[in-house]
């Protein structure tokens, strides 16, 4: 149980497209996804708290309008990258937070989706 | 603020032990959870403490002073399957989680 996928696993787009990553709980409800970046040989960063229902709470320095969230069911997250660079190239880590988890609970990661922008 | 330390890197051979420390200096805490992460993948779960003392699962142990801001992940009877980055990650106020840079284990034959 506690299975998190997204979707794609892999991206290579041109600079000043946009992209879209979705992370899903498949066999739980989630209310709160987080969504992560990674650079090479570093720690993950969080990028913002995702909400089923309402607006995300972003990280201070994350720019929310170049990284939008939505979290539309208990189950699916989305996150666009806007007019993506070069820079914006890192590997982006969702997690979720079962509904009905207890204080003890971990969050649950999905495998990550590789970024490249050329 | 997040202050969270551990080491770079760690290297040890099969068969034997390995001790991860990470301290932490924190506003709020709920608790500290140790992950590992292959490389190119997600990180999984290990371990969470959130009262003093010693957690065991198996080959794995972590330990826990809050009064010291101090955790360590105890890898016991290592295998080649466990060189791996260890995360240490503190969770505060509304579940966030707050990881260190994480450590590089690497087991030699």
């Known amino acids: 149980g506690a299975v998190v996928s997204q979707h794609p696993s892999w991206v290579i787009c041109k600079s000043g497209t946009s992209v879209k990553i979705e992370c899903r709980s498949l066999d739980f409800q989630a209310t709160t996804m987080f969504w992560y970046r990674q650079f090479p040989k570093q720690s993950l960063m969080l990028m913002a708290t995702?909400?089923?229902?309402?607006?995300?709470?972003?990280e201070q320095g994350v720019e929310k309008d170049k990284f939008l969230i939505n979290h539309a069911s208990l189950t699916l997250s989305t996150l666009t990258v806007t007019s993506a660079h070069p820079e914006d190239s890192s590997f982006y880590i969702c997690s979720a937070r079962p509904r009905l988890a207890g204080f003890q609970e971990t969050q649950y990661f999905g495998p990550g989706t590789r970024l490249l922008v050329l | 603020g997040q202050n969270i330390d551990q080491p770079t890197e760690m290297t040890a051979t099969e068969g034997a032990i390995v001790q991860i420390n990470c301290t932490y200096q924190?506003?709020?805490?709920?608790?500290l959870f140790w992950y590992q992460q292959h490389a190119g993948e997600a990180p999984t779960f290990l371990s969470y403490n959130v009262l003093d003392g010693l957690e065991e699962k198996g080959r794995f142990s972590s330990f826990l002073s809050r009064s010291k801001g101090y955790s360590y992940l105890l890898l016991k009877e290592l295998q080649m399957k466990d060189s791996a980055s260890y995360l240490c990650?503190?969770?505060?106020?509304?579940?966030?989680?707050?990881f260190g840079a994480g450590t590089t284990v690497t087991v030699r034959a």
């Open positions: 995702s909400n089923e229902g309402s607006k995300a709470t972003y």
């Open positions: 990650a503190v969770r505060g106020g509304g579940y966030k989680l707050s």
């Open positions: 924190t506003s709020g805490f709920n608790g």
